[in-house]
């Protein structure tokens, strides 16, 4: 009898047979959003939206994931973490409002040994249309339909809307907002623009008053934000100016900063997770048990990549050792700008000097096979899960070729993850 490891493996590498059934996949979208041509106008606009396979994982893959969040989560809570993260976070971070923030992302590459996370996200996107996908899948296979189940996608809607109950309740005494916008930087012409559409219709369906709108939209006034003409009480923010600094965003700042909307996620929660400089700390194993850090928490901790701040004093070192390191924009998103050291060439070096970069450990991403024009070719995986306070919603994957995730790749793209 195989080990799980040894199936998983087998799985990714030569079951072609589960495949996205898309006609599926249309009718739900279509019925989700009651528009008929969603499908079209949206979905099949971006052929490489969607993967056509499942990614599988061990079991313990799961639970090892889940414990790294967990530490990471009760880490933010203790006072010596949140003083040392927020003494370089901008002053609109500064204050808890209560929201811990809703569709959390932790980006993990699981290539050989334990899942490695590379990555946190306070507006990870994607997860509305992950859990369409999921439900979507079809398999026609005996020795894998034991092992497809997706209960985080089955159970996903009525999941988020108690998550945003939750973070409405944090800030304020009601049991739900009136109203929620879900607000973006020319929502329209942004490439996950879909699921804002199918968050709207949740959000409606539960007797929610929802607009997508941008920022330009936005009034705050005596006390109250408004889009339309209508009172907004909490926004779903999934802007990338993180600290609302951008002159554009004026009045969302003033807004969650006179406590007039509940926003998640917010500038605070951005400065105690996500903040790129805060890898710098939490794979720091030295600093995290001078602390007296709980040897479980440590643990748990120690797969995550050793991150430095590149600096003048450490230049000529990362330099040396730079095709075993990757480099991202401490302000970065969106994989924009980011490096692999065995690219790197001195004058993009020279610029990397100038601006304000972290260096990671470069860590492999897991394969996935997949079949094009009936020849196997082989993707690049990373794997993230959407949680909410250190419990998991949904966990997908993306599928691509290059130096970062993108939705550019023949075959790629997301594509649920199955836990054997």
């Known amino acids: 009898m195989p080990t799980t490891e040894a199936l998983v493996s087998q799985f990714n590498q030569s079951c072609f047979c589960i495949t996205l059934d898309r006609a599926a996949l249309a009718t739900a979208l279509q019925s989700a959003a009651g528009d008929s041509s969603f499908y079209e106008l ?11 396979v499942p990614v599988f994982l061990p079991e313990a893959d799961r639970a090892s994931m889940l414990a790294i969040v967990g530490a990471i989560e ?19 971070a500064q204050r808890d409002f209560g929201p811990r923030g809703a569709l959390m992302g932790y ?11 590379i990555e946190i996200n306070t507006n990870a996107g ?20 034991p092992f497809i189940s997706a209960p985080d996608a ?11 109950e939750a973070e409405w309740q944090r800030q304020r005494s009601t049991v739900r907002p ?34 997508v709108a941008d920022p330009s939209e936005l009034n705050c006034a005596g006390g109250k934000l408004t889009a339309r003409g209508s009172e907004i009480d909490l926004v779903y923010n999934r802007l990338v100016d993180f600290s609302l600094s951008e002159p554009r965003h004026a009045a969302l700042r003033q807004a969650y ?6 926003v998640t996620p917010n500038p605070h929660n951005h400065a105690l997770f996500a903040h790129k400089r805060n890898l710098t700390v939490l794979s720091d ?14 643990q748990s901790l120690s797969s995550i990549p050793r991150t430095v701040p590149v600096s003048p004093d450490n230049a000529a070192e990362l330099w040396s050792r730079r095709k075993q390191l990757f480099f991202k924009p401490v302000s970065g998103h969106g994989g924009k700008a980011v490096y692999r050291g065995d690219k790197l060439t001195r004058s993009v070096w020279e610029e990397i000097l100038q601006a304000d970069y972290i260096a990671q450990d470069l860590v492999a991403p897991g394969e996935r096979q997949i079949l094009l024009d009936g020849a196997p070719q082989t993707l690049k995986t990373d794997v993230r899960l959407y949680t909410y306070d250190s419990a998991v919603l949904l966990a997908s994957a993306r599928l691509y070729r290059g130096q970062t995730t993108n939705f550019r790749t023949v075959g790629g793209g997301f594509a649920p993850v199955f836990f054997v």
């Not at 203790?78 to 609109?92: E, K």
Request: hydrophobic share 45%.
């Open 154 to 164: 089955r159970t996903f809607d009525q999941t988020v809307i108690g998550m945003f």
């Open 178 to 211: 009136r109203t929620i916008a879900i607000v973006d930087d020319l929502p329209a012409e942004q490439y996950l623009y879909p699921e804002f559409l199918l968050a709207k219709r949740l959000f409606e369906a539960a007797g929610i008053e929802t607009v």
């Open 285 to 298: 194993t030295n600093l995290l048990q001078s602390w007296g850090t709980s040897p479980d928490l440590v």
């Open 74 to 92: 009760t880490l933010a809570r203790t006072d010596t973490y949140r003083d040392l993260v927020l003494s370089w976070a901008p002053d609109v």
């Open 126 to 145: 994607g997860a509305f249309l992950n859990a369409f996908g999921a439900r979507a899948q079809l398999a026609c296979c005996d020795a894998v339909q």
């Open 42 to 52: 949206y979905i099949a606009s971006r052929p490489h939206l969607f993967s056509g």
């Open 257 to 262: 900063l006179e406590n007039a909307v509940v």
């Open 107 to 117: 980006d993990f590459h699981l290539g050989s040994g334990p899942p490695r996370l």
